[in-house]
């Protein structure tokens, strides 16, 4: 059984595996676990100790929630402390809340968003994969560039508290996000859209049972989405870019304050934002590779393409990525094809199955940046269209369509039948 998190100080120095995989996050891991079940060795580098942080993203949306089924793993998720999103609705001045995105008309195993602590996903992620014995979590290895050798990509060098170290592969995937220290090293060339407004996150204690819903607010000027969790509201308060400390300055009673007269229902408890400290600021980018790849070398996930918070989809759009990826690289890998001339064509598969669903969700997300987000922000509504209280009311099965596009995306991706299990298979003492 291969150790799950392998000290800093069993790595120094130089090592060798197949495939070594920079990042362990959602992608990251759900690759790691894949490959590690096609036989393939396969190392993942972790900067942090572990993954007790502060996550933004904590959606685990339908498709995602089936890969879990797929992998036998879906019991002992399902377990975990999760609330569930089951529509989005927007509120009315009036008070009506009118669905606009509804997973219940969905055919899927599982039609809801868990609302699960990233940390616990990445915990069973990281256990399952544990006792593949061709996968390795490195943790406390923080990625500072890549190694080159005949022109290609052979691996990546590292730093741990004990000192610094080489690992070579095979094959380097980048799965640390949009400031990933592997794209920057590798330097490919990427399309960036212009956004104009972040994201502030911060969590409302509250003892009231919150719909299950996804509540978007609007006012003149200011958008705030709530998402209903265990114990307490999440909240996501849209403003323009570049107003963080203007924000920081009026302090945490005027966000309170706000917060009150947008969210009425938690007026009674927005005395838990204890203080500005609390707020957490989201710097929003969208961008994506014009190419994810160079010998030795690809990109996945945000690394890949950075996504824009509306819709929350990220996530679920890098583990499709991490799917694709394995189900098209394994093979390659274990027969040790990415190491020749002919290595490129490999990877050049994994882009050109996830362009399309990239470049579809990024074109939504820009149309709601231009048409709902920036007129709220400039004061233009402070209300959603009329129009569309009158056309979900008439036409119902409408609120499905949305409800798609968030919750499995423009191409989910299966697992392969070589990486399935049965909960019996991954808990063998179940009864």
Not at 258 to 278: H, K, N, W, Y
Not at 380 to 393: D, H, M, N, Y
Request: hydrophobic share 45%; charged share 25%; net charge positive.
């Amino acid at each position: 059984m291969a150790d799950t998190s392998e000290g800093s100080s069993a790595s120094a120095g130089t090592s060798r595996t197949t495939c070594a995989v920079v990042g362990g996050g959602p992608a990251g891991l759900v690759l790691g676990l894949l490959l590690a079940r096609a036989g393939v060795r396969v190392t993942v580098l972790e900067k942090h100790a572990d993954f007790l942080r502060d996550f933004r993203g904590d959606t685990v949306h339908p498709t995602t929630l089936a890969m879990l089924d797929d992998l036998g793993l879906f019991d002992r998720f399902d377990a975990l402390p999760q609330s569930h999103l089951k529509q989005a609705a927007f509120t009315f001045p009036d008070g009506r809340q009118v669905p606009v995105a509804d997973f219940g008309r969905l055919p899927l195993r599982h039609p809801y968003i868990a609302m699960v602590p990233q940390w616990d996903l990445l915990n069973l992620l990281a256990e399952a994969a544990g006792t593949e014995p061709t996968f390795t979590l490195r943790t406390e290895h923080e990625v500072t560039g890549v190694v080159r050798e005949g022109g290609r990509v052979s691996g990546v060098d590292y730093e741990t508290p004990e000192g610094t170290g080489r690992l070579h592969a095979d094959l380097v995937v980048a799965c640390d996000g949009r400031w990933s220290a592997v794209r920057r090293a590798v330097d490919l060339p990427s399309k960036e859209f212009p956004v104009d407004f972040d994201v502030w996150w911060y969590r409302v204690p509250t003892p009231r049972r919150l719909a299950e819903s996804l509540l978007p607010r609007m006012a003149k000027g200011r958008v705030i989405v709530t998402i209903p969790r265990e114990g307490y509201a999440q909240v996501a308060y849209i403003g323009r870019k570049g107003t963080d400390a203007a924000l920081r300055a009026r302090g945490v009673q005027a966000l309170r304050a706000e917060t009150a007269s947008m969210m009425p229902e938690l007026a009674e408890d927005v005395s838990g934002i204890a203080s500005m400290d609390d707020v957490k600021h989201l710097d929003v980018r969208m961008d994506r590779l014009r190419r994810w790849h160079a010998p030795g070398v690809l990109c996945i996930g945000d690394a890949a393409h950075a996504m824009s918070p509306v819709g929350g989809v990220g996530i679920n759009l890098a583990v499709q990525d991490a799917v694709a990826a394995a189900r098209l690289l394994a093979r390659p890998l274990a027969r040790g094809a990415l190491t020749g001339s002919g290595s490129r064509r490999f990877l050049a598969r994994v882009q050109r199955r996830r362009t399309f669903p990239t470049v579809a969700v990024q074109a939504v997300q820009r149309f709601a940046h231009a048409r709902v987000i920036a007129p709220a922000l400039n004061g233009e509504v402070t209300e959603p269209p009329r129009g569309l209280l009158a056309l979900v009311r008439r036409v119902p099965a409408l609120t499905a369509l949305p409800a798609a596009f968030i919750g499995i995306g423009p191409r989910p991706e299966r697992v392969p039948v070589w990486a399935r299990r049965t909960a019996r298979q991954e808990n063998p003492t179940r009864p």
